[in-house]
Structure formats: structure tokens, C-alpha cells
């Protein structure tokens, strides 16, 4: 069924398929982004082997995303989807025969390669599916499949692994990404002008400027994201739980908020608030109480929420169906270039400055991308 088909209905049966299968694929990821960092300490690879963890995955992902157009364009998205989800949920159930840091960084990587399809794919798909007057909530839809894994496999990874271990967390893990394919019958093979991916590719997306602010915003916000998730157990403790939490919770409701006021007054000026939110809860983790960590994730999780509809709506509202993929590709890198970059970074200068002064340099960052959401709000103006 095509957008235009479906009219002013948002839901079908091939979306209904692709928000399954993305549902699995990522509690997998949610599931093991924490866990395998905590794993690291494990095998005695410290602070520095936990970055890498999520950086080599999260590096695997963005090269995997400049390839995963000429991928679809010659088998097509389902079967696309069908190989992603297999990479994202097959190295997981080797991760506990593993006893170094090597191993853990392979898998990681392979497991990075099959979460960039999988996300690519699905966003292209999904958005495909959507009726272009109600694009904006339906990708806060899309937001909300997203988001439940966050808020439940994210804090329940930490949980888990206390109750029944590390095994159990990264078969469970495994498991959930593969039984996706069960769904893959309803996944069209084709979106668009029927060609896969003749809307163009990343290179020509990156010197769009309409394309690559929005981007770039969305990927210093995500370089945020990849900091707390992989170290905020390790910096704040017990609370760390409650805390990621609350930021997903926040996230998952605010980015369908911000599609449905995407959809009547238009998404560019929602990219600055987005952008400051996440600043000031980054910056709130410099007072070092429960409180002020929570409630500061607290709006972290809003601020991004925000920052994902409206990067995600701009973006696919300045691009041809037919170039979906291309714009899901590059949504998706600004996400895991951001998130890796983020991690990785974070842990080499966390472990020289302690983490207050590296927090405080992660705010200052995302506080930077106002530039780019400012200049973007006077471009959609005029």
C-alpha cells in the first residue's frame, strides 16, 4: 500500500511489519549498548575498552551507510532487511563464549554493519508508507516503536545482567533481532519511482545544504546520546537506571509531540529548542546529585525527542520518495556518527579529566549546533 492509497489512514499492514521487525532489531541494540560496555570491565579492558565497544559498532554503522544504497538497489530493501537482521542478531549469541576485548570488538562491528541496514531500510520504508499530509506523525509513530525499546531495554539491560547475567542478556538479545524475520513477507521490495534508490546517493545528499544542516544538528545531539547511555552507569552509579529511564521516556513522548506540530506549523523552528534542551540537560550532570541527574536527563530526552522528529520531517519533506533511502542514510549517519564519535571521544577524555569537565565539554559542543538550527530556521523562512 502507498502513502497516497492509503490516504489519511497513517497505519497498514506493511507498516504494521516494518514497526515489528524495527521494534526486535532494536531492543537488541538497546539491550547490549549498555551491557557490553559493563562486559568490558569483565575482561579488564576499563574505561577505554567500554568506548570502543559502542565506537567500533557505531563506526561499522556509518560505513556500512554510505554502502547500504548500492546494497538495496541491487536485492532490493526486503531482502536488505532480511541480511541486517541476521548481522544484528546472530554475533550476539557468540558473545558469551568471548574472553578479550578483540573478540567483543569484532562482533560489535559485525552487529554495526546489520544495524545500519536494518535503520536505513526501515526509515526509507516507513516513511514511504506514511500519507505526506500526516508524515509528521506517523514518523512520531515511528519515534514511539523507537522509543518503547529505549525506555525498557536500555535500563532493563542493567537490570538483567544483576539478575541472570551477562549470558542471558546477549542470547535474549540475539534472539529478539532474529525473530524478526517473521515479518519480512509484508516488507515491500521497492518504494518510490520502484528503482530503489534513484533519488541519488550520500555524497550528493552531504552538499545539499538543506540535507546536510539538518543533519548535522540531529548528529550533535545523537554525540550526546552515545556519551550518557555508554557512561552514565559508569559515572553516576545506581541511579544511572532510573535516570536513562527518564530520558527515554522523555524522548519517546516528545518526538510525537513534535511530529504532530511538525505536521500544522512545520518543523524547522522546533530544530534550535531541540538543540538547547539537550545542552542544558547535559550540562545539569556538573552538579553531581541524584536529583540534578535525572532531571536533567529528564530534559536531555526531550530536547532530543524533538531534535529526531524534526530533523527526520525536514529532511524527508526536502527530498523526492524516490530518494528516501538516501535520506534515511544520512539521517541515520548524522545518529551513528554522532553517537560513536561521542562515546569513543568521551572515554579518552574522561579518562584524563575526570567526568565533570568532560560533560561540561559535551555541552558546549551540542551547544554549538544552534549555529546550523539557526540558519536552517531562516532557510525554511525564506
Not at 520504508?125 to 519515534?143: C, F, N, Q
Request: aromatic share 8%; hydrophobic share 55%.
Amino acid at each position: 500500500m502507498s502513502a497516497t492509497a492509503a490516504g489519511t489512514h497513517i497505519m497498514s499492514r506493511p507498516l504494521a511489519a516494518v514497526f515489528a521487525a524495527n521494534f526486535g532489531a532494536l531492543v537488541s541494540f538497546y539491550l547490549l549498548l549498555s551491557t557490553v560496555p559493563m562486559f568490558t570491565g569483565v575482561v579488564g579492558a576499563g574505561e577505554a575498552g567500554a568506548g570502543l565497544t559502542t565506537g567500533v559498532m557505531m563506526l561499522a554503522t556509518v560505513v556500512a551507510e554510505f554502502a547500504t544504497a548500492w546494497l538495496v538497489a541491487r536485492i532490493g530493501y526486503r531482502a536488505a532487511y532480511a541480511l541486517g537482521l541476521v548481522l544484528l542478531g546472530a554475533p550476539a549469541l557468540l558473545l558469551p563464549l568471548t574472553g578479550g576485548l578483540t573478540p567483543i570488538l569484532l562482533i560489535c562491528l559485525v552487529r554495526g554493519v546489520g544495524f545500519a541496514i536494518v535503520m536505513v531500510v526501515a526509515g526509507a520504508v516507513a516513511a514511504s508508507l506514511m500519507p505526506a499530509d500526516r508524515r509528521g506523525e506517523g514518523l512520531g509513530l515511528y519515534g514511539i516503536v523507537a522509543g518503547v525499546p529505549a525506555i525498557v531495554a536500555l535500563p532493563a539491560g542493567i537490570l538483567l545482567v544483576e539478575q541472570a547475567g551477562f549470558t542471558a542478556v546477549f542470547v535474549g538479545g540475539g534472539l529478539v533481532a532474529l525473530v524478526g524475520l517473521a515479518t519480512l513477507r509484508w516488507i515491500p521490495t521497492t518504494i518510490g519511482a520502484g528503482d530503489g534508490e534513484s533519488g541519488g546517493n550520500l555524497a550528493s545528499a552531504l552538499r545539499s545544504p538543506g540535507l546536510r544542516r539538518p543533519a548535522m544538528v540531529f548528529a550533535a545531539t545523537a554525540t550526546a546520546a552515545g556519551i550518557t547511555a555508554t557512561f552514565l552507569p559508569l559515572a553516576v552509579g545506581g541511579i544511572a537506571a532510573v535516570a536513562l529511564l527518564g530520558q527515554s521516556l522523555a524522548a519517546t513522548v516528545a518526538r510525537w509531540l513534535a511530529g504532530r506540530h511538525g505536521d500544522r506549523h512545520g518543523p524547522a523552528g522546533l530544530l534550535a529548542p531541540g538543540v538547547l534542551a539537550v545542552a542544558l540537560g547535559t550540562g545539569a550532570l556538573l552538579l553531581g546529585s541524584p536529583i540534578a541527574t535525572v532531571a536533567g536527563m529528564l530534559l536531555f530526552g526531550a530536547g532530543f525527542g524533538v531534535a529526531q522528529s524534526a530533523t527526520m520531517m525536514v529532511m524527508y519533506n526536502r527530498a523526492p520518495t524516490s530518494a528516501y533511502g538516501t535520506v534515511s542514510a544520512l539521517w541515520n549517519l548524522g545518529y551513528d556518527a554522532g553517537y560513536g564519535a561521542g562515546a569513543a571521544g568521551f572515554g579518552a577524555v574522561a579518562g584524563i579529566t575526570g567526568y565533570p569537565p568532560a560533560f561540561l565539554l559535551t555541552a558546549v559542543l551540542v551547544g554549538a549546533a544552534l549555529v546550523p538550527a539557526l540558519r536552517d530556521r531562516r532557510h525554511a523562512v525564506a
